[in-house]
């Protein structure tokens, strides 16, 4: 199996930034793209960014490019996302998910997810 656990959430203000971490245990070989994905209260799940364990490629929603920066760290199985200049409306719980598509950007494509870390955008 393998296991993901998401860190870094908390209370920022509009404007602030975050950096969340994923880490990656277990059989991981069956993994070829790491996502972050966040969640509203009431609302769908929403592709945020995407990167391959190999490659130079990364994607990323049209909402956040430009502030925010996926990245990882193939040694330590740990994926990253750096969120700047953060708007209230960003305000959800933030989850860390494993595919074995080349290029994921749907929930059904992700088939391990974490617990989620939650982000508040809140002055």
């Known amino acids: 199996q393998v296991q993901l656990v998401e860190s870094g959430g908390g209370l920022v203000q509009p404007g602030g930034s975050l950096r969340l971490s994923c880490a990656a245990s277990?059989?991981?070989?069956?993994?070829?793209?790491m996502g972050w994905f966040r969640q509203a209260p009431g609302k769908e799940r929403e592709f945020v960014a995407a990167?391959?364990?190999?490659?130079?490629?990364?994607y990323y929603a049209d909402s956040v490019k430009g502030r925010f920066t996926i990245s990882r760290d193939n040694t330590k199985k740990m994926v990253y996302l750096q969120m700047m200049n953060l708007k209230p409306e960003e305000t959800a719980v933030y989850f860390c998910?494993?595919?074995?598509?080349?290029?994921?950007?749907?929930?059904?494509?992700?088939?391990?997810w974490g617990q989620g870390t939650q982000v508040t955008v809140s002055s």
């Open positions: 277990g059989r991981t070989f069956s993994v070829y793209t």
């Open positions: 990167v391959p364990w190999s490659g130079d490629n990364t």
């Open positions: 998910a494993a595919s074995g598509n080349a290029r994921p950007v749907f929930t059904s494509q992700y088939h391990v």
